[in-house]
């Protein structure tokens, strides 16, 4: 089973409307977790990066929230615009006792279209 | 500052042949991580590599090995190529390690047939 679960799997919203999208994760012991947004054809964006003891971290329209309690953490996206259609893929860190220090587990994405 | 560049960016290879594939990350980042991403499975970890050291590794066989030079550029090769390999390769670099942001390159689209 995987370690992260994202939902929904996909969405569609009209231009202008809010949106937030879900990551549960059973990865421990977490070290960080990461939101990425990729469009088609190209390489994913690093959106957000929060550790432990961050709650809430925002990049222009993009706010990320973690509650480290429940393993749930959420992207919300204000005011969409034609240019969010896109896929966010939800990457969680757990720190490793090997020498490589870390594990890393991925979401499948959401994706998302934004129409007019 | 330029970004992260993959070359090739598309490649067509049989199975049995084997692929390099490049990845100059961005100016002074010392990290490069590589992944695969396919329709079914997603992104998945290949390995990272910092000061010329792998450094991490996924869950992938023997046939699929990198390496990163002095100037921090860095390469992948996948040995023995199966139809499975059909993937996007991205690289991605960073500053120092796990817990820094990272920067993606644009992929490179490899086709076995």
């Known amino acids: 089973k995987n370690q992260v679960e994202q939902s929904p799997q996909s969405l569609i919203i009209l231009e202008g409307k809010n949106c937030t999208l879900q990551?549960?994760?059973?990865?421990?012991?977490?070290?960080?977790l990461r939101w990425y947004k990729q469009d088609t054809g190209r390489g994913p964006v690093s959106l957000t990066i929060?550790?432990?003891?961050?709650n809430t971290k925002s990049n222009g329209r993009y706010t990320a929230t973690l509650d480290a309690d429940t393993k749930q953490s959420s992207l919300h996206i204000t005011a969409s615009q034609l240019s969010d259609s896109a896929s966010y893929i939800c990457?969680?860190?757990?720190?490793?006792?090997?020498?490589?220090?870390?594990?890393?587990?991925f979401g499948k994405g959401t994706s998302l279209l934004v129409t007019p | 500052k330029a970004g992260v560049t993959q070359t090739p960016r598309y490649l067509i290879k049989t199975r049995g042949q084997q692929v390099t594939l490049s990845c100059s990350p961005i100016?002074?980042?010392?990290?490069v991580s590589w992944y695969q991403q396919t329709p079914g499975q997603g992104l998945q970890f290949l390995f990272e590599?910092?000061?010329?050291?792998?450094?991490n590794k996924g869950n992938f066989p023997g046939r699929f090995s990198g390496r990163q030079f002095s100037n921090s550029r860095s390469e992948m090769n996948v040995s023995t190529l199966e139809l499975g390999d059909s993937a996007l390769y991205l690289c991605?670099?960073?500053?120092?390690?796990?817990?820094?942001?990272?920067?993606f390159g644009p992929g490179t689209r490899l086709t076995v047939l």
């Open positions: 590599y910092f000061s010329e050291t792998q450094r």
């Open positions: 100016s002074g980042h010392r990290s």
């Open positions: 990551c549960n994760y059973t990865v421990s012991p977490f070290s960080n």
């Open positions: 929060m550790t432990f003891s961050e």
């Open positions: 991605a670099s960073s500053l120092g390690r796990f817990t820094d942001t990272q920067y």
């Open positions: 990457v969680v860190s757990a720190l490793s006792n090997s020498n490589s220090g870390y594990a890393l587990n």
